[in-house]
């Protein structure tokens, strides 16, 4: 059995992911400035799945000194400021932690010779955009106009750095996932938690840019094949040591008003009014993945479709439950 270390492991993805490790077997030992989960319904289930050291990835004595006692065969980082809007408004802490705290976990990866796979989360926003409406593949030049973009842009490249002069038989890998959703997610400036705080103040939905297209998809698909990837890293180090894209079908794909209009329909009540926001983060209008490469590579396709994975994000209530059915 693997034992897996997690930075992250009480955000939204992280807690997920620790759940669906626990349906698995997997020893799984979380590091997070946070050692609460990200939806407390789960509290119970994670403390009897996880063993929790608390902690700042920009830390590196501290995340080098829990990595090297826990000897973990497989680490996974997704500890990062994942926020657009906040990032601009502390863009310091933002390249600390998304930038330097990526190095620090590469680090102390590399001073742990248990170690046999990294995976680094970054984001499809790594990417430089131009908004052009064709799928962007992982060739597609790295790039970003914002705080937030261009710190995931620079982890890849220190991955990139990292992979090449340090490790040679551990396989490292980034994967860059689209717009995840899924029930439990309360955070701040995110689409559908901020359409559901709305409804329920019977308020308009405030839409910035109602037509901007994202690569919208379900939590579980993804985390599902972050675990794919790992198991190739695992048995083929060299041939799974790039990044991947993850993401849902290219067609249809929803604009952020489609979105709001499904969570609507869900709540049976509820609109939305586009707000005009001049002093905000520049924002793609069209962002699309190109995800054939995990297709072929590791077999991996989504479940659900953009549209399905909305209205489960709303409806579903029982993130265990989903991954029982989801793994059955």
């Not at 930075?7 to 590091?31: D, Q, R, S, V």
Request: proline share 6%; aromatic share 8%.
């Amino acid at each position: 059995m693997n034992r897996w270390f997690v930075t992250g492991h009480t955000g939204f993805k992280g807690t997920w992911l620790t759940l669906y490790l626990a349906h698995l077997g997997i020893e799984t030992h979380g590091y997070s400035i946070d050692t609460r989960p990200f939806f407390v319904s789960s509290t119970r289930s994670l403390r009897r799945a996880s063993y929790d050291r608390q902690g700042d990835i920009c830390d590196l004595s501290g995340v080098a000194a829990a990595m090297k006692a826990t000897k973990p065969d497989v680490v996974v980082h997704l500890a990062a400021e994942s926020i657009v809007r906040r990032a601009a408004r502390h863009p310091v802490r933002t390249w600390q932690t998304n930038v330097q705290g990526t190095v620090n976990v590469l680090e102390a990866a590399r001073r742990t010779p248990s170690i046999r796979a990294v995976l680094v989360v970054t984001s499809d926003k790594c990417y430089a955009n131009s908004g052009v409406s064709r799928p962007m593949n992982e060739d597609h030049p790295l790039g970003g106009a914002d705080p937030y973009s261009a710190s995931k842009a620079a982890a890849e490249h220190a991955v990139e750095a990292y992979r090449n002069t340090y490790f040679r038989d551990v396989s490292v890998a980034t994967a860059r996932a689209g717009n995840v959703v899924g029930w439990g997610d309360s955070g701040e400036d995110r689409l559908i938690p901020d359409c559901l705080r709305a409804i329920r103040r019977g308020r308009p939905i405030p839409l910035r840019h109602p037509d901007a297209i994202r690569p919208w998809q379900h939590v579980i698909d993804v985390i599902h094949g972050y675990r794919l990837l790992i198991d190739a890293q695992l048995r083929d180090p060299a041939g799974f040591s790039e990044a991947f894209n993850f993401g849902p079908p290219p067609r249809p794909a929803l604009a952020v008003h489609e979105v709001a209009e499904l969570v609507i329909q869900s709540q049976g009540r509820g609109s939305w009014e586009h707000v005009a926001d001049p002093k905000g983060v520049t924002e793609t209008k069209i962002l699309r993945l190109d995800s054939s490469k995990v297709r072929v590579r590791l077999g991996w396709k989504p479940r659900f479709t953009s549209a399905d994975a909305v209205r489960r994000a709303v409806t579903e209530g029982d993130p265990a439950r989903t991954i029982a059915e989801y793994l059955a």
